[in-house]
């Protein structure tokens, strides 16, 4: 298979701190993860893209001093949401695509953010 | 630039019923389209994709056809079970330039009843 995990699954935090959410590829090495940003019955939206050692690439109206990506190896990816307020309480997925597979994505089971 | 339309849900419908999805998108060049699955507490998963023009996906009964002419990649299947019911993401896949990138629709939520 190809299986993505994401940790924690929700988090509660409070409003100035930071988050630090991890995003894994168990099985396989992922060149490129995804980071996505859903809103309640709203779509996924893209928010960066990661190649394993290399700077992550932003989506235009994404702020990368709030939304710090680090993708350190081939198998893991880490979103930190510094200085977190209410309004970036959301619902946060991963993806992972695996070499030499074209365009397909693998997606993690998201993890849910909530600032007070 | 890259966009996905679908019919809004929810979609309610009883045991082997049919189902149709509409999905429709505007992309410059030529995207491969997608149907993402997420049931409940869990992440996206593949349902089915089709690479270009005229190729139809399927899989587990689903099926969607890449209609150029109609910009369309509807989502059907013949007899739904309850097993079912979960939320469809219409995608589309388009290079940009600088990676290929995945443009998705609302998503569509079927619930189906005995």
């Known amino acids: 298979g190809a299986v993505v995990s994401q940790h924690p699954s929700w988090v509660i935090c409070k409003s100035g701190t930071s988050v630090k959410i991890e995003c894994r590829s168990l099985d396989f090495q992922a060149t490129t993860m995804f980071w996505y940003r859903q809103f309640p019955k709203q779509s996924l939206m893209l928010m960066a893209t990661?190649?394993?050692?290399?700077?992550?690439t932003y989506e235009q109206g994404v702020e990368k001093d709030k939304f710090l990506i680090n993708h350190a190896s081939l198998t893991l990816s880490t979103l930190t949401v510094t200085s977190a307020h209410p309004e970036d309480s959301s619902f946060y997925i991963c993806?992972?695509?695996?070499w030499g597979e074209g365009s397909e994505q693998y997606f993690g089971p998201g993890t849910r953010l909530t600032v007070t | 630039g890259n966009s996905v339309t679908q019919m809004e849900g929810p979609v309610t419908l009883s045991e082997e019923a049919f189902l149709t999805i509409n999905c429709t998108y505007t992309a410059t060049g030529y995207p491969s389209l997608f149907w993402y699955v997420q049931y409940p507490g869990e992440g996206l998963q593949l349902l089915l994709k089709?690479?270009?023009?005229?190729d139809k996906g399927s899989n587990k009964g689903f099926e969607a056809t890449y209609r150029k002419e109609t910009t369309s990649f509807h989502l059907e299947k013949g007899s739904v079970q309850v097993s079912d019911s979960a939320v469809y993401f219409c995608?589309?896949?388009?290079?940009?330039?600088?990676?290929?990138?995945?443009?998705f629709g609302t998503g569509t939520r079927l619930q189906v009843t005995l």
């Open positions: 995608a589309l896949s388009a290079y940009t330039g600088t990676a290929s990138k995945l443009t």
């Open positions: 993806s992972a695509r695996r």
């Open positions: 089709a690479t270009k023009a005229d």
């Open positions: 990661s190649n394993e050692g290399s700077k992550a």
